[in-house]
C-alpha cells in the first residue's frame, strides 16, 4: 500500500531562518507531488506541483521554493522566513494529474 | 481561469437536520468533481467523487452542469459529520497538475 510521510510535524522557526520541509512517499512509482498551504479563512491554497523529478510548477509567487530530487521526495524550502510564512503546511500526492489526492499528517509552521 | 466557490465559511446546524454545502465552479472543459474532508485531528481525505455516483456516509453531490454547482447533502446530519469540507473541481485525466480547492466550508453539527 502507498503511505506518505511529511515531517516534522511542527516547527518553530526564527525570522530570517531557512527551511526545509521534507516529503517522501511510498509504495508507488513517478506519483504527481504537492505542497499546499492550509490557513483558517483562506482554506487549501496550492504552492507547488510536480508531475516528474525535477519539474516544478507554481501556482503562485512567494518567499517559497519546492524541489524534487528523487521521484518520491518533495522538499518545501525558504532561503529566509518571513512572519507571513507561518502556517499549516500539506504536502499531497496522487497517481495521476487530477485524480484523488493523499495527503500527508501536515507541518505546523510558526514564525517568530 | 479555474475557480471554485464556497459561498459559506461557517454552517452550523443541529443534529438530524438536513444539510447543504454548496459549491461553485468556473471551469474550462469538463471537470470531473470532489469532496474531501478533514476530521479534527486527521489527515484531509477524500469523501466522494462525482463520476462514481455514490454516497458515503449518507453524503451525495449532484453535478449540475448548467448552474456549475456540485452541492454536497445530506439529509439527517450527525455530530460525527462535523469537519472542514472542500469541495475541488479537477481536469480528469488532463496533463496539468494543479489540484485546487475551495476555500473550505467547517460544518458544525450541534446536539
Known amino acids: 500500500s502507498q503511505t506518505i510521510h511529511q515531517w516534522p510535524a511542527t516547527l518553530v522557526q526564527p525570522v530570517g531562518s531557512p527551511l526545509s520541509l521534507e516529503c517522501t512517499v511510498e509504495g508507488t512509482s513517478n506519483p504527481n507531488l504537492y505542497w499546499y498551504r492550509q490557513a483558517a479563512g483562506r482554506g487549501l491554497q496550492l504552492l507547488f506541483y510536480s508531475v516528474g523529478i525535477g519539474q516544478i510548477s507554481s501556482e503562485v509567487p512567494q518567499n517559497l521554493s519546492a524541489s524534487r530530487p528523487q521521484d518520491r521526495q518533495f522538499i518545501l524550502s525558504s532561503k529566509k522566513l518571513l512572519l507571513s510564512d507561518s502556517g499549516f503546511y500539506l504536502c499531497a500526492w496522487s497517481r495521476q494529474p487530477n485524480t484523488e489526492a493523499f495527503f500527508g499528517q501536515g507541518t505546523r509552521l510558526t514564525v517568530v | 481561469a479555474q475557480r471554485v466557490t464556497q459561498p459559506e465559511k461557517l454552517l452550523s446546524v443541529f443534529k438530524g437536520a438536513p444539510v447543504e454545502l454548496k459549491c461553485n465552479y468556473s471551469?474550462?472543459?469538463?471537470?470531473?468533481l470532489f469532496w474531501y474532508v478533514q476530521y479534527s485531528r486527521q489527515r484531509l481525505q477524500l469523501l466522494l467523487r462525482h463520476i462514481s455516483r455514490e454516497s458515503i456516509k449518507g453524503f451525495t453531490a449532484d453535478l449540475n452542469k448548467g448552474e456549475t454547482s456540485f452541492h454536497l447533502k445530506k439529509p439527517f446530519a450527525q455530530e460525527e459529520d462535523s469537519a472542514m469540507y472542500y469541495c475541488a473541481p479537477q481536469n480528469y485525466g488532463g496533463s496539468q497538475g494543479n489540484l485546487i480547492f475551495g476555500k473550505g466550508t467547517k460544518l458544525s453539527v450541534k446536539p
Open positions: 471551469y474550462s472543459g469538463s471537470p470531473e
